[in-house]
T-cell receptor
């Protein structure tokens, strides 16, 4: 089984709809992240969490919110989706404590907002 | 603030040719550097990372990268490209700043391998 899973893998929705993307991990890591990937722009950080009680905004948090329900679960919500939120979304995890700990990524969720 | 620049959004090579993907970083403190690979329809996975010590780092699938402080570079190389190397490659930098450290990713380089 995959260590970091994301649901759904693909989603098509309409402008104005509320959408939740879910991420679960079995690696036992404290740190979790949400990124979006757009062609030519690389990965941009939306939100990150260092533990269950810690939530931090990334560079592009406007229009998004998150919830860390447990150590293993980190959800991303789009309260009112808009077309420019069409992108590939990745969840990632890492161990805490060391600056050079690698990140482990989920398979991604492809979101299309019409 | 830290940043990463990947030169070339696309690199095209023939099978068997040398692969060179360029990454330059900007950091006022010692950086920790990473290369990740993203195969089609998959998430990113770590190829290799530089922490401290030896400046030539070997990774998976025959890739290696050399940390050159004087040039602020961390270029990724592979002596002989294989068709299966076709993927998106991301360079990332992580530094300690203000008590936290979040990796910053470059924009990615798409490697195209021709038969």
């Amino acid at each position: 089984d995959a260590d970091v899973t994301q649901t759904p893998r693909n989603r098509i929705t309409k402008t104005g709809k509320r959408i939740m993307l879910e991420c679960s991990q079995t690696k036992g890591h404290d740190r979790m992240y949400w990124y979006r990937q757009d062609p030519g722009l690389g990965l941009r950080l939306i939100y990150y969490s260092f533990d269950v009680k810690d939530i931090n905004k990334g560079e592009i948090s406007d229009g998004y919110s998150v919830s860390r329900q447990a150590q293993a679960k980190f959800s991303l919500s789009l309260e009112s989706a808009i077309p420019n939120q069409t992108a590939l979304y990745f969840c990632a995890t890492s161990e805490g404590g060391l600056v050079y700990n690698e990140q482990f990524f989920g398979p991604g969720t492809r979101l299309t907002v019409l | 603030a830290q940043s990463v620049t990947q030169l070339g959004s696309h690199v095209s090579v023939s099978e068997g040719a040398l692969v060179l993907l360029r990454c330059n970083y900007s950091s006022s403190v010692p950086p920790y550097l990473f290369w990740y690979v993203q195969y089609p329809n998959q998430g990113l996975q770590l190829l290799l990372k530089y922490t401290t010590g030896a400046t030539l780092v070997k990774g998976i699938n025959g890739f290696e990268a050399e940390f050159k402080k004087s040039e602020t570079s961390f270029h990724l190389t592979k002596p002989s490209a294989h068709m299966s190397d076709a993927a998106e490659y991301f360079c990332a930098v992580s530094v300690v700043a203000g008590g936290s450290y979040i990796p910053t990713f470059g924009r990615g380089t798409s490697l195209i391998v021709h038969p």
